[in-house]
């Protein structure tokens, strides 16, 4: 088994600039994923509701914990990022959509956020090799 960190998935590019940090990182049996935001059609959603922002930024996670060989159910730790605590709700409906059954341990804060959306996820994913 390597000791070394893997990285998982392409550069992270935001209007033609590569952000300085990686997609996922597989260390060990754990894939930790960056705070994921939701897009569409390659842009930041800057519209929509909540529970439209939340399947974006859901099927984001599940598409790079694809790529790490990981699905949701190897999902033992997320941390919630609202812009609007009022936001919760349907939040937790959608989320509740993805994680059916032994959801993983959660924390969640409102924050603003350095663009105009109302929610990030991360994730962390135990998937022995």
């Avoid at 590569?18 to 894939?31: E, H, I, K």
């Avoid at 059916?100 to 804060?109: D, I, K």
Wanted: one cysteine or more; proline letters at 5%; aromatic letters at 8%.
């Amino acid at each position: 088994m390597s000791k070394k960190k893997e990285i998982i998935g392409d550069p992270i590019v935001i209007n033609g600039r590569q952000l300085s940090l990686s997609r996922a990182v597989r260390a060990g049996d754990f894939v930790y994923l960056t705070g994921q935001v939701p897009f569409k059609d390659g842009k930041v959603m800057t519209t929509g509701t909540i529970e439209d922002q939340t399947h974006a930024v859901l099927t984001s996670i599940r598409e790079t914990l694809a790529l790490a060989g990981c699905e949701l159910s190897d999902v033992v730790k997320s941390m919630v990022w609202l812009k609007d605590r009022a936001d919760f709700p349907g939040f937790d409906t959608v989320y509740a959509e993805y994680f059916p059954e032994e959801p993983p341990a959660r924390s969640g804060l409102v924050s603003d956020f350095l663009v105009d959306i109302k929610v990030e996820v991360e994730v962390v994913a135990y998937k022995p090799q």
